[in-house]
């Protein structure tokens, strides 16, 4: 039988372990044919969910759990998880259960038929705010066109990926990460199915505007350059501008002689000037600084334990290579 890993990064989520599990659960009971491995991640909680996933390991030998050395946050704990996921497939959601567990038959029906990333697009979103929902469709339009990549809109982290989907995702190892797209880079057979998103169970959200934000600048930088084309745009039509308006400058001061005045015009074009300049130094330093983090070569992450047992402060893909040659 095959055997599929139901990956759950947890941050701070004690309030829905619990319910994500049990619902879970009861949806694996109706699937037959399959071994399943529940692996939790745990990204550096403050609360109990270490505790919570332990206890469900205890009673429950198919619950796997890595826990990182500290919270790195959920695209570097989804790369952390893919590491040590053993299945044929896997299955990512989230455990606020805005992702329903309900999907996983139709996500295996669609895998079993040669689709190798079942992504599940959002038809509606319950329980968000339509600045969110504005934001976000505004979001997804820019990032696609200003990349030649194909962007699934409305979509989050909830998906099935084929072994050697997840595969090809471990092997892009970049410390900015947007999953998201990395998972259209990637390419390979996609299906897509629609679902309702529902509210959280409970607790509140850790993506508050400033993470979103994050998010979204690190999804631009990450998959193109056009910010940097557009300043080089803007700067070459500023700089036509400035030139003609320097010779209609000198053309009226030889026709009309040199007059007092022009106070006004002057500073605007040198805040506009001015203003253009600090945005274009500001994109640079952008793409200037995720050069400079890919530079140090540092690990993704590190583990602190897992499944109980603590483990070496080695690379995260030696630690992967080990297991699976071992």
Known sequence: MKLVTILIPAYNEEAVLNPCYQRTVQVLRSLTGYYFELLFVNDGSQDDTLTII??????????AFV??????????????????????????????????PELIPELLKYWEQGYDDVYARRRSRNGES?????????????????????????????????????????RLRETQRYTKGMFSWIGFNKKEILF???????????????????????????????????????????????????????????????????????????LFLGGIQLLSIGLIGEYLGRVFNETKHRPLYFVDEFNGEKVEASTPRQETIRRETS
């Open 67 to 100: 826990n990182l050395s500290r919270n790195f946050g959920k695209e570097i704990a989804m790369i952390a998880g893919l590491d040590y996921a053993q299945g044929d497939a896997v299955i990512l959601m989230d455990a606020d259960l805005q992702d329903p």
């Open 130 to 170: 339509w600045l969110k929902k504005v934001t976000s469709a505004r979001f997804y339009r820019l990032l696609q066109k200003t990349t030649r990549i194909p962007l699934q809109a409305d979509t989050g982290d909830f998906r099935l990926l084929d072994r050697r989907a997840v595969q090809a995702v471990r």
């Open 54 to 63: 332990r206890s469900l390991r205890r009673l429950d030998p198919r619950v």
């Open 196 to 270: 309702d998103r529902e509210p959280r169970a409970a607790g509140s959200s850790k993506w508050h505007y400033p993470k979103l934000i994050n998010l979204a600048i690190e999804g631009i930088t990450s998959f193109t350059v056009a910010p940097l084309r557009l300043s080089s745009i803007a700067g070459s039509f500023v700089s036509l501008f400035a030139f003609l308006y320097m010779l209609f400058i000198i053309v009226r001061t030889l026709l009309f002689g040199n007059r007092v005045g022009g106070y006004a015009s002057l500073m605007a074009v040198i």
